[in-house]
Every structure is written in structure tokens, then in C-alpha cells.
């Protein structure tokens, strides 16, 4: 007797009927005084878009501190968010979750603001080695930010292991 599939061995078309059914991307209206529009790409290891992932952003201490998107067959996404604030001792951050086809877990990694001061002494960039560290830093286009995720390959995202990992 075979063992059904759980969840997490069925990723892909799923999250586009299953979890995406409502738009959840806006944290906070785009036109508010302080909104931040986040646009990027999921890519493969190979540069090539995924077109049917997940990302969930957690920001901590708001009360609109949740989002949810989905990819487009560009593999891109778009949040609109609050800036994030500095929670015990690290610079503002987003926690990003990426839900991916062949992925059993999703990837954890931050987005922190461009040129903020704290990002100095932040301690997981600190602890990184520099170029894996600017792959968590979102870069500035005009008036939103840009956040590509790369899953692979020699531009890769840095990425948490799940257990344990920082808030």
C-alpha cells in the first residue's frame, strides 16, 4: 500500500488556487505617507523566472505585519509595506519565506533597507561574508525598492536553514 503525498511533496500549481486566492500583498495602501513598494523576481539557478511561487513577508511589531504574493510567469512579485522598524538590537528587516516547486520546506531569508545606518551592526549581516550579506539588501529603484531571490546558482540569496533561524 502506497503512502499518500503530504503537502510539502506537492508544491507548485498549488499556491496560485490554493493560497492565492485574495490579493494580500498590500500591507498597507500604496498611496499612505510612508508605504514602500517592493517589486522583484524569483529565479532559478539558471536566471530563469519561476512562474508559480510563493513568498510570505513577516514584519515584526505592526499590526499589518503579514503579506502574501504569488509569482507571475516573470516570476515576479510585488508587496507594498510599511517600513520596517528595528527589533532588538538589528536592523529594519522583513523575515521572507519562499514556497518554491522542489522545495520541500520553504527558504528563509531577510530583506533589509538600502543604506540604512543600522545595517552596520546588524548581527546576521555582520556574520555573513560581504557578498552574501548584499544579497539580503533590497537596491533602490526611483521611488520603490527591488528584491530579486535568486534559489541557486552563483548569485544566490542567502538563506536560513528553518530550525532555529532569527526572527
Request: aromatic share 8%.
Amino acid at each position: 500500500m502506497a503512502l499518500p503525498r503530504t503537502p510539502s511533496q506537492t508544491v507548485g500549481p498549488f499556491f496560485s488556487f490554493g493560497l492565492c486566492t485574495r490579493p494580500m500583498n498590500e500591507l498597507v495602501a500604496l498611496d499612505s505617507e510612508h508605504a514602500v513598494e517592493v517589486r522583484g523576481r524569483v529565479l532559478d539557478g539558471d536566471g530563469q523566472p519561476v512562474p508559480d511561487a510563493l513568498l510570505e513577508v513577516w514584519q515584526r511589531g505592526l499590526g499589518a505585519g503579514f503579506g502574501r504574493c504569488g509569482t507571475d510567469d516573470r516570476g515576479e512579485y510585488r508587496f507594498v509595506i510599511a517600513p520596517p522598524h528595528p527589533v532588538e538590537g538589528q536592523a529594519p528587516h522583513l523575515a521572507v519565506l519562499v514556497f518554491a516547486r522542489g522545495l520541500l520546506k520553504p527558504l528563509l531569508t531577510r530583506l533589509y533597507m538600502p543604506g540604512d545606518p543600522a545595517n552596520a551592526s546588524d548581527p546576521v549581516l555582520t556574520g555573513l561574508p560581504d557578498d552574501e550579506a548584499q544579497t539580503m539588501i533590497a537596491l533602490r529603484e526611483g521611488d520603490r525598492l527591488r528584491f530579486d531571490i535568486h534559489l541557486q546558482g552563483e548569485r544566490q540569496t542567502a538563506f536560513f536553514g528553518t530550525e532555529g533561524a532569527p526572527e
